[in-house]
């Protein structure tokens, strides 16, 4: 009979041998000890790296996909369909932030006279009623941009760059009664529950937040079979979670989709109208970034 103390000893035999073999697995599947902890942060910290570089790109090296000259008429085709009757009913005490507004050529539409060749489209009119903001982390702004600052005078219309959105504080920006983003920040954030809580606290009770995001779980669930999503959230488990369950979790916020699975890619046309001051966004964590046009994001809800 084996006595109590071998066949701990076995037992720890047995054990080592396993620990060995788990090792050895887990380095023949290139994960180190520390990745197992922390996944993903030197590689999204390079990753955050190239997208800087993008941001920086000027002329012949901006990439093809990096598109920062849409008009206010391509605005009234990727924005949720209450957006141009909204603008148009702006007062001249109400104030439009357009977050990564690349040059501008939006707000500039919304300024162009009336009797102009309607660059707009049937956007917005009357136009160029409220004051309005253009945000970019960089500066993109042109002679046809200065110029028309110029004309209208009064800081009318301000160009901000040099940071993102989280990098101002609400003082410096003020209150606004519509918010836009059309492939800007909310594409391109590593930290979207930051980002919509710092856009709802922009906003006037009342007041909307227009914006899209495209590679996404479709609200409606008519994506296409192959479609490839290039911004994934999950719960703590692991299971897919749809851009717009996550947005209507927010305490005074109500939040209206527009799904169009007919799209290149499924494409989320999204309308959050703040309805209280008290503002909660439930958080996620970030687990993949990889720099794009838009990048590729994964994030994670926390329990
Ligand atoms: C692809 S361009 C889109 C420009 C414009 N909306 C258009 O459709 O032509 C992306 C813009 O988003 C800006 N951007 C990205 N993340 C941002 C953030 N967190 N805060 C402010 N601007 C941001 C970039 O600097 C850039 O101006």
Redesign the pocket.
Known sequence: MRSVKSSVKGRKTAGTRLAVVIVIVVQALGIGACSLQAPAQPRINEEIAKQEKI?RSRGADVPSG?????ALS?YAGLLPSGFCDALGKLRSSDQWL??????G??ILDYYAPEDNAAPAGNCARPRGQARAVA????D?RTDKWQQQAANLGDGHIRYLFGK???NYSREELGKFQIITD????FS??QDLSQ?MEKVLSLLEVGGVFYTMVQGVHLEDGKDKPDSWYQTELVDAAGRDVKVCSWLKKTTCAKVACESKGDWDSPTELINVQKVCSDVSVPRMKLLKFEAG?PPGRRFQLEP
């Open positions: 941001y990096y598109v920062t000259g849409r391509d357009d977050i990564g507004a690349g040059e050529q939006a945000m970019s982390i960089e993109r993102s959105l989280r059309v492939y800007g920040g391109y954030t980002f046009n």
